[in-house]
C-alpha cells in the first residue's frame, strides 16, 4: 500500500525557516515524480513545486520561488521541502502527493499524504 | 484568482445528476490533460479523474469527466449524501510551467 507521510510542520516567526519531510513507502521512489501542495485555512489547492525522480527537473510556483528548495533522497524514501524567508501567506496544511510517472508531465498526483500544518505567526 | 474558473457551489438532491465546470486557457486545459480531486470534510484531497476522464481504481462509474476546447466538466450521477464534498480541477499550465488549480466547488447534497 502507498503510504505518504509528512512531518516537520509547526509554528515559525516570519522570515525564519523550516524544513518539511515527507516518508513514502509502499512503492520505490525513485520511480515516480512528487509534488508538494498546500491548502491555506479555509482555502483552495495551490501547488508549491514538483520533482521528476532524478531531481533533474524542478519546478516552483511564483509564490515561492527562490524562498522554497524542493528536493528528495531516494535511498532514504524521502522526500523534502526547505522552506525559508516564511511570511505569513505561507501559513497552510502541506501536502506531498505522487505522481504516476517519472517524469513531471502534469497535475497527476495519485496519491496524497495526511499533511503538516506550518503555521508562520510571530 | 485561480488560473482555473470554477462555480464556488453546487447542489443536487440524492439521484440526480450534477455537473461541475472547469474553464481555463489554450496554455493549460487546451493543451493538457485535466484531473479533478475530491476533499472530503477534514481529509485529503483524493485523485477522482485524471487524463480528463480515466477513473482510477476504485473510483465508482458514477464520476465521468471530460474536456472540450478550453473547458472541462466532471459529472456527478446518482448523488449519494457522502459525495458532499470540495472538488478540485487542475491542469499543468504551459506558460507558468507549473501545475493550476480551480478555486474549488463545494458540492451540497440537500
Known amino acids: 500500500e502507498v503510504q505518504l507521510v509528512e512531518s516537520g510542520g509547526g509554528l515559525v516567526k516570519p522570515g525564519g525557516s523550516l524544513r518539511l519531510s515527507c516518508a513514502a513507502s509502499?512503492?520505490?521512489?525513485?520511480?515516480?515524480?512528487m509534488n508538494w501542495v498546500r491548502q491555506a485555512p479555509g482555502k483552495g489547492l495551490e501547488w508549491v513545486s514538483s520533482?521528476?525522480?532524478?531531481?533533474?527537473?524542478?519546478y516552483y510556483a511564483d509564490s515561492v520561488k527562490g524562498r522554497f528548495t524542493i528536493s528528495r533522497d531516494n535511498a532514504k524514501n524521502s522526500l523534502y521541502l526547505e522552506m525559508n524567508s516564511l511570511r505569513a501567506e505561507d501559513t497552510a496544511v502541506y501536502y506531498c502527493a505522487r505522481s504516476d510517472t517519472a517524469l513531471v508531465t502534469g497535475a497527476d498526483m495519485h496519491h496524497w499524504g495526511q499533511g503538516t500544518l506550518v503555521t508562520v505567526s510571530s | 484568482q485561480s488560473v482555473l474558473t470554477q462555480p464556488p457551489s453546487a447542489s443536487g438532491t440524492p439521484g440526480q445528476r450534477v455537473t461541475i465546470s472547469c474553464s481555463g486557457s489554450?496554455?493549460?486545459?487546451?493543451?493538457?490533460?485535466v484531473y479533478w480531486y475530491q476533499q472530503l470534510p477534514g481529509t485529503a484531497p483524493k485523485l477522482l479523474i485524471y487524463?480528463?476522464?480515466q477513473r482510477p481504481s476504485g473510483v465508482p462509474d458514477r464520476f465521468s469527466g471530460s474536456k472540450s476546447g478550453t473547458s472541462a466538466s466532471l459529472a456527478i450521477s446518482g448523488l449519494r449524501s457522502e459525495d458532499e464534498a470540495d472538488y478540485y480541477c487542475?491542469?499543468?499550465?504551459?506558460?507558468?510551467?507549473?501545475?493550476?488549480f480551480g478555486g474549488g466547488t463545494k458540492l451540497t447534497v440537500l
Open positions: 489554450s496554455s493549460n486545459i487546451g493543451s493538457n490533460y
Open positions: 520533482i521528476s525522480s532524478s531531481s533533474s527537473y524542478i
Open positions: 487542475a491542469a499543468w499550465d504551459d506558460s507558468l510551467s507549473g501545475v493550476v
Open positions: 509502499g512503492f520505490t521512489l525513485s520511480s515516480y515524480s
Open positions: 487524463g480528463n476522464n
